[in-house]
């Protein structure tokens, strides 16, 4: 066979041909061998007897080892006079926040207006009196899209965000009745 090859092909490339069928026919062979053996072991293991051998004493402690028991602890209710007594519950509230544009700053006698009057109110979000000189008041307006009107508020900005100019956007909280509205975060 491998003279006709040879013939026909070339002696090389025949060689390899022959070579290639004889190392898959020895692969075969090989795995087959293998996988025989591997069936054998697998067979034996399986068939195997158990050693009898005597526990020693972690396995004894371990089989022998349980869980207490557990019983509720009952603990007596409350004295009513507790319960009867009334304590104030703080309410959550809701801060709304729009956006709004900012119109104008204002200043001198306008701004210290509105701070004096929002200080008499009891407004708790305005600086010291010696900081009104650095502080900022606005007046912008939020629209409003379900009505098409826009809605005009008097705010203040705080030192820590800067100084915003006619045109920014801020987040406002809107206050409640008697407070000043305070900007909370610079938009643009």
């Not at 010696?130 to 826009?150: D, F, P």
Request: charge should be negative.
């Amino acid at each position: 066979m491998t003279t006709a090859l040879c013939s026909c092909v070339g002696a090389p490339i025949a060689q390899q041909i022959v070579q290639s069928i004889l190392l898959q026919g020895a692969d075969k062979a090989t795995a087959a061998a293998l996988d025989a053996n591997e069936e054998k072991q697998k067979l034996a293991a399986q068939n195997m007897p158990l050693k009898n051998t005597t526990p020693d004493k972690y396995d004894i402690a371990f089989i022998n080892s349980g869980f207490q028991e557990i019983k509720p602890e009952i603990e007596p209710l409350p004295q009513q006079a507790l319960l009867d007594e009334e304590k104030p519950v703080q309410l959550m509230q809701e801060a709304k926040l729009v956006q709004v544009e900012v119109w104008s700053l204002l200043i001198g006698d306008e701004k210290q207006h509105i701070l004096e009057a929002a200080k008499k109110q009891g407004s708790t979000e305005l600086p010291p009196e010696n900081e009104w000189q650095q502080s900022q008041i606005a007046i912008g307006a939020t629209s409003n899209t379900k009505l098409n009107k826009q809605e005009v508020i008097t705010f203040l900005i705080p030192m820590e965000l800067g100084k915003l100019h006619s045109g920014s956007k801020a987040l406002v909280e809107l206050s409640t009745a008697g407070q000043l509205s305070v900007a909370r975060y610079a938009v643009n």
